[in-house]
């Protein structure tokens, strides 16, 4: 565990450290000594640094407040002024933004890293996808942390001891037996983390952080953003595609988030509710922070967001990191040695029992994807160039292995050597666990312009989604009534709000003020006699003269007493030169002043003479 002291120029707060802890995608952790003022850049680079990472702006630092609400790390602003836990603080290095083609990633390291954020998502149920995807990935961790197949040393079950998804069945994992014994054998542990990042960039959840929500109907749904669009799951289908390029706006009020966009050149509004306004503020951010990370050709286009249309109203925000194109363009600009790969213990990670004491240290080596078996080989499109959707063969149920009473104990202890991070676990895991049973989502290349345009349902799966209700971002225990007590339906919201007498006397106030405001816009728009007309004219002529005679009143004294005063301004000084004015001054405005200065005199005199 290393230590780090970071030093702010401010001196007021050299003597105010606080401690820090940051888990890594491998679960090791690193520990540093922050100041009042040090920056979330700091922190990351500090990350960065200890992996000698550079390509470092898909990674972020993601942290849990006490009402269980997750953020990720702003780096321009101070690390204590965001987080609002008791110290010391505890965050986590993950994936903030997941490339859109991981073939272009300059790096092993940062393939390596990625592989690693995946392997989270398959264990954490995020990454969700058909049986014969499943079995293929799970089939390239193996192969990545075992190497080649030994009927000596490896026991006939040895699959088994891997935990790759919440809950495995035998079929599958004879199935992963069979494609690590037979198809990836010979392959690289640099080669099969490659093959496993592009297969899952094709899946329908790559790269989807679920947010639940529920739509106008009460019906549960569960946002994400990726590096095509905003996307929506409900049920077994994906009921909305948006892509970046035609979403107008993101917006939030309360616990109300929309998106305002554009399909078949109609203008689209979606409405979604989330359980608290912090939740909904997340999300709103994230949507911000993707769509400016993809959409953008450059960092210099990105602009501030708000989320109304008021200038004083609501919050404001602004994605301040590189985008996805200057990414990639500083990527292949990299010139330096290739930095060694160390990887981790098999029984190092949370997420897999040991199976040997052996450590892989791997360079640098040109990656070649593996081709895969016929049975599995997506046929080429010559019309479109599109990769043409494959047979879907759905995995068994995955349904979360914890109970909620660990759960507590988890979050009691902090961290146990036998599960992923406190936070990842809980929150991703509630985001993620939405997809009933672990039902798995898969990514179909969008053939028809219909298709990629997202209209109309696209079935991913034959299995509702259903997540238990303690795994969510704001738990709840299922026997306070689950999903529904976080997410009050409209419909039954409505009827105990109607129920209620305050609730029917402010109904009734409404009626009265709504229909007092429609008798006056009929009574405005009921067509006038020539009288009533005359009237009107007369009244708007008089308000007219009222208004000038006014101003008149008011500007004329002012322009009386600027002139007749001391003060040396130049279109003052030409207008005292006119004769007109010299006339004004000696005709009027000093008997004027002489006999009011008289007046003022003789009443004074009085005053002392009583």
């Known amino acids: 565990m290393k230590m780090l002291r970071f030093r702010s120029p401010s001196i007021r707060s050299l ?28 922190l990351l ?14 990674f972020g630092i993601r942290y849990v407040d006490p009402e269980k609400q997750r953020h990720w790390l702003d780096p321009s602003k101070p690390i204590v002024k965001q987080m609002k836990s008791q110290q010391p603080y505890t965050m986590c290095f993950r994936v903030k933004f997941y490339p859109q083609e991981p073939i272009k990633i300059k790096e092993e390291l ?90 899952a960039h094709t899946l329908d959840t790559y790269g989807v952080d679920p947010h639940p929500c529920k739509d106008f109907t009460g019906a549960t749904a569960f946002l994400g953003f990726t590096a095509t669009g905003f996307v929506v799951f409900q049920g077994n289908k994906r009921i909305h595609l948006l892509k970046w390029a035609d979403v107008n706006k993101l917006k939030f009020e309360g ?33 911000v922070e993707n769509q400016a990370f993809y959409k953008c050709a450059k960092s210099s286009q990105i602009k501030t967001v708000s989320s109304s249309h008021l200038f004083f109203k609501g919050s404001r925000f602004r994605y301040s990191g590189r985008v996805a194109k200057e990414v990639i363009e500083a990527s292949s600009k990299i010139q330096r040695e290739p930095p060694v ?28 994807p593996a081709l895969t078996s016929s049975k599995e080989n997506r046929d080429t499109s010559t019309d479109n160039g599109l990769l043409a959707l494959k047979d879907s063969v759905h995995l068994s149920p ?60 696209l079935t991913i799966s034959d299995m509702v989604y259903s997540p238990c209700a303690s795994m969510l971002p704001t738990p709840v225990e299922d026997g306070e009534g689950g999903v529904e007590l976080l997410f009050q339906s409209p419909a039954r919201l409505l ?58 009143l008011i500007l004329l004294p002012v322009l009386i007493l600027l002139l007749e005063s001391d003060l040396d301004i130049s279109f003052l000084h030409e207008i005292r030169q006119t004769p007109e004015f010299e006339q004004f001054h000696y005709e009027y405005y000093c008997p004027l002043r002489r006999w009011f200065v008289c007046k003022l005199n003789v009443m004074m005199e009085k005053l002392n003479g009583d």
């Open 255 to 287: 616990k109300t988030f929309y998106v305002i966009g554009v399909q078949r050149e109609k203008k689209l509004v979606l409405t979604f509710h989330t359980s608290t306004p912090a939740a909904c503020k997340h999300l709103w951010k994230c949507g």
């Open 45 to 58: 680079d500090h990350i960065c640094n200890h992996y000698s990472l550079l390509e470092k702006d898909y």
């Open 110 to 199: 940062t393939r390596y890293l990625l592989y690693l954020q995946l392997k989270r998502d398959m264990y954490h149920g995020r990454l969700l996808c058909p049986f014969a995807d499943a079995a293929y990935l799970g089939a390239c961790v193996v192969q990545a942390e075992l190497g080649d197949y030994d009927a000596d040393e490896h026991p006939a079950d040895y699959i088994s001891d891997f935990k790759l998804f919440p809950k495995q069945s035998l079929k599958l994992e004879r199935k992963i037996m069979e494609i690590h014994q037979n198809e990836l054998r010979g392959q690289s542990p640099a080669l099969a983390e490659l093959n496993l990042l592009q297969r």
């Open 341 to 368: 790969v160390h990887r981790s213990h098999f029984g190092q990670s949370r997420s897999f029992n040991s199976l040997s004491h052996k450590q892989l240290i791997m360079n640098m080596e040109p990656l070649v």
């Open 398 to 457: 995955l349904r979360p292995s914890v109970t909620p009473e660990e759960v507590e104990a988890e979050e009691g202890e902090g961290h146990s050597p036998g599960v992923h991070g406190e936070e990842d676990f809980a929150l991703d895991r509630a985001a993620g666990g939405q997809r009933d049973d672990g039902k798995v989502l898969r990514l179909e290349e969008e053939v028809t312009g219909e298709e990629e345009e997202g209209v109309g349902a």
């Open 15 to 42: 003597n105010q450290e606080i401690q820090c802890t940051v888990r890594l995608l491998d679960d090791s952790e690193v520990s540093c000594s922050i100041q009042r003022d040090t920056k979330g850049q700091y």
């Open 495 to 552: 009827k105990e709000l109607h129920a209620s007498p305050e609730m029917q006397a402010e109904l009734q106030a409404e009626r009265e003020r709504e229909s007092a405001m429609e008798a006056a816009r009929r009574a405005m728009c009921r067509p006038q006699t020539g009288r009533q007309q005359l009237r009107a004219c007369l009244r708007s002529t008089a308000r007219l003269v009222a208004v000038a005679t006014g101003l008149l």
